[in-house]
């Protein structure tokens, strides 16, 4: 088995990073292409040797360009690599233009896909994000889910149970895993090691460059006046170059950077901002990576959006959408001080994502397809036999594989009472309504 990895921005390297680890570890045949999608020094082999994984085998460095521009030269690179090299599946992961490109080329040329957090959903169209992980799901083959919820967003639109395996995230590996590399290695930017965290007290880590609201003048300026009043907090910006030049050019980030408890450094390394996030008594932010990894290092968050794709971490508890209402953001940074047990129910809120065993269950899943030649796309061989749809009330005990097995069936759905259920084949469904297909 031939198993290729897609890469093309920094949050990918970091998140495939432990499944790379693991099908090295297993010794399976493996090639990593990076796109070079955002190519700078963060983007160099110095990352992948930070995060001490081998270097990509290959790197076509589309570079930075219009969304049309970028996916098509990084089509264009791909194809000629999987042509190439023929691997057994190909692996994306999340919502970038590498993942939608990856994921078209390689169903164009009947290669297996895996689709790496599958099933997330903002159902917000608006956002490129939206369209590139909506896209990839109908152009994959295997979808490795983070959590249920993730997996009934996929159901309600029509794929079947049989091919989402729910793994947890690998942000959860990549924490743990990054955390400890990071704490050997100790912080090198020297603007944040000045700033000497471990002995400074209420940090809050603020990451802000989403469209939305560093464009909207009247958005971002709600956000400043929070800040303003947030004099109680020390609060670390690593900026990103973007939002600087916005904010310069809106006239608010002379005033932001004249605030003492303002401290706006430029965008440091992974490592270093992870150790940054662990130290933190919250974080700030519209980045939905960082959502996740809050609630993995015990970190509340405030996100400054109205709608996420990570709903797990509200419904937990460990997260909270104030979207750019100052009021909202300053009665929640005060809740977070005051109120120790409002504090701790955040702090502790059970992790979505799982415990860190995603990475071992992704592979194995691949390992099993690959063994019962689930990986091979051919064209059908049969001719279609029809089948119906039904509904059904379940009387009786009876698992899901069984009542599949009995009926010749494929079940969708299962809803005990008003709440959906995620179909898994040892499920009970006494009790519960369900949809499903059945061959005649």
Same mark, same amino acid.
């Given at each position: 088995m031939?198993i290729?990895t897609?890469l093309?921005?920094?949050p990918?390297?970091?998140?495939?990073?432990p499944? +790379?680890?693991?099908?090295a570890? @297993?010794?399976?045949?493996?090639i990593?292409?990076?796109t070079g999608?955002?190519?700078?020094?963060e983007?160099s082999?110095?990352?992948?040797r930070?995060?001490?994984?081998?270097?990509?085998?290959?790197?076509?460095?589309?570079?930075?360009?219009?969304?049309?521009?970028q996916?098509?030269?990084?089509m264009?690179? +791909?194809?000629?690599v999987?042509?190439?090299e023929?691997?057994?599946?190909?692996?994306?992961?999340?919502?970038?233009?590498?993942v939608?490109?990856g994921?078209?080329?390689a169903?164009k040329?009947?290669?297996?896909?895996?689709?790496?957090?599958?099933?997330?959903?903002?159902?917000?169209?608006t956002?490129?994000e939206?369209?590139?992980?909506?896209?990839?799901d109908v152009a994959?083959?295997?979808?490795f889910v983070p959590?249920v919820?993730?997996?009934?967003?996929?159901?309600a639109?029509?794929?079947s149970?049989?091919?989402?395996?729910?793994?947890?995230?690998t942000?959860?590996d990549?924490c743990?895993?990054h955390?400890?590399i990071?704490k050997k290695r100790?912080?090198?930017?020297?603007?944040?090691?000045?700033?000497?965290?471990?002995?400074?007290?209420?940090?809050?880590?603020?990451?802000?460059?989403r469209?939305?609201?560093?464009d909207d003048?009247?958005r971002?300026?709600?956000i400043?006046?929070?800040?303003k009043e947030?004099?109680?907090?020390?609060?670390?910006f690593?900026?990103?170059?973007?939002?600087?030049?916005?904010?310069q050019?809106?006239?608010?980030?002379?005033?932001?950077d004249?605030?003492?408890?303002?401290?706006?450094?430029?965008?440091i390394?992974y490592?270093?901002?992870l150790?940054l996030?662990?130290?933190?008594?919250?974080?700030?932010?519209?980045?939905?990576?960082?959502?996740?990894?809050?609630?993995t290092?015990?970190?509340p968050?405030?996100?400054?959006?109205?709608?996420?794709?990570?709903?797990?971490?509200?419904?937990?508890?460990?997260?909270?959408?104030?979207?750019?209402?100052k009021?909202?953001?300053l009665?929640?940074?005060? @809740?977070?001080?005051?109120d120790?047990?409002?504090?701790?129910?955040?702090k502790n809120?059970?992790?979505?994502?799982?415990?860190?065993?995603?990475?071992?269950?992704?592979v =194995?899943?691949?390992q099993?397809?690959y063994?019962?030649?689930?990986?091979?796309?051919?064209a059908p061989?049969?001719?279609m036999?029809s089948f119906? @749809?039904k509904?059904?009330?379940?009387?009786?005990?009876?698992?899901?594989r069984?009542?599949?097995t009995?009926?010749?069936?494929l079940?969708h759905?299962?809803?005990?009472? =008003?709440?959906?259920?995620?179909?898994?084949?040892?499920?009970?469904l006494n009790g519960?309504?369900?949809t499903?297909?059945?061959?005649?």
């Amino acid at each position: 088995m031939k198993i290729a990895t897609i890469l093309g921005t920094r949050p990918e390297i970091i998140k495939m990073a432990p499944i +790379i680890d693991e099908i090295a570890k @297993r010794g399976i045949d493996q090639i990593v292409l990076h796109t070079g999608q955002h190519y700078d020094k963060e983007m160099s082999d110095n990352f992948f040797r930070d995060l001490e994984i081998p270097s990509p085998d290959y790197n076509i460095h589309v570079g930075s360009a219009s969304h049309g521009k970028q996916t098509g030269l990084m089509m264009k690179g +791909i194809e000629e690599v999987l042509v190439s090299e023929k691997p057994d599946i190909v692996l994306v992961q999340g919502d970038t233009n590498a993942v939608l490109a990856g994921a078209l080329v390689a169903s164009k040329l009947h290669i297996a896909v895996g689709h790496v957090e599958a099933g997330l959903r903002s159902f917000d169209m608006t956002m490129p994000e939206e369209i590139n992980r909506r896209v990839a799901d109908v152009a994959s083959s295997m979808y490795f889910v983070p959590t249920v919820e993730s997996a009934i967003n996929l159901l309600a639109e029509g794929f079947s149970r049989r091919n989402l395996i729910v793994t947890g995230n690998t942000v959860v590996d990549a924490c743990f895993r990054h955390l400890e590399i990071a704490k050997k290695r100790g912080i090198e930017e020297e603007s944040l090691s000045r700033l000497d965290i471990e002995n400074m007290d209420n940090i809050l880590t603020l990451t802000m460059h989403r469209a939305e609201n560093v464009d909207d003048r009247k958005r971002v300026t709600s956000i400043i006046e929070a800040l303003k009043e947030l004099d109680q907090m020390n609060i670390i910006f690593p900026i990103h170059p973007r939002t600087k030049n916005t904010l310069q050019e809106f006239g608010l980030f002379d005033e932001l950077d004249s605030l003492e408890h303002v401290h706006i450094i430029k965008p440091i390394g992974y490592l270093d901002f992870l150790q940054l996030t662990s130290a933190s008594t919250l974080i700030l932010t519209d980045s939905g990576g960082l959502q996740e990894e809050a609630i993995t290092l015990d970190v509340p968050a405030l996100t400054l959006r109205y709608n996420t794709e990570r709903p797990e971490t509200v419904t937990s508890g460990g997260n909270i959408l104030v979207g750019s209402d100052k009021d909202a953001i300053l009665e929640y940074v005060d @809740r977070i001080l005051s109120d120790e047990e409002f504090r701790d129910k955040m702090k502790n809120a059970p992790n979505p994502y799982g415990q860190g065993d995603s990475a071992k269950l992704t592979v =194995d899943a691949i390992q099993e397809y690959y063994e019962k030649g689930l990986l091979d796309i051919k064209a059908p061989e049969d001719i279609m036999s029809s089948f119906s @749809r039904k509904m059904a009330l379940i009387d009786e005990d009876i698992t899901v594989r069984e009542f599949e097995t009995k009926n010749d069936a494929l079940i969708h759905m299962a809803y005990d009472g =008003d709440e959906m259920r995620f179909p898994a084949d040892d499920l009970n469904l006494n009790g519960m309504m369900i949809t499903y297909d059945e061959r005649e």
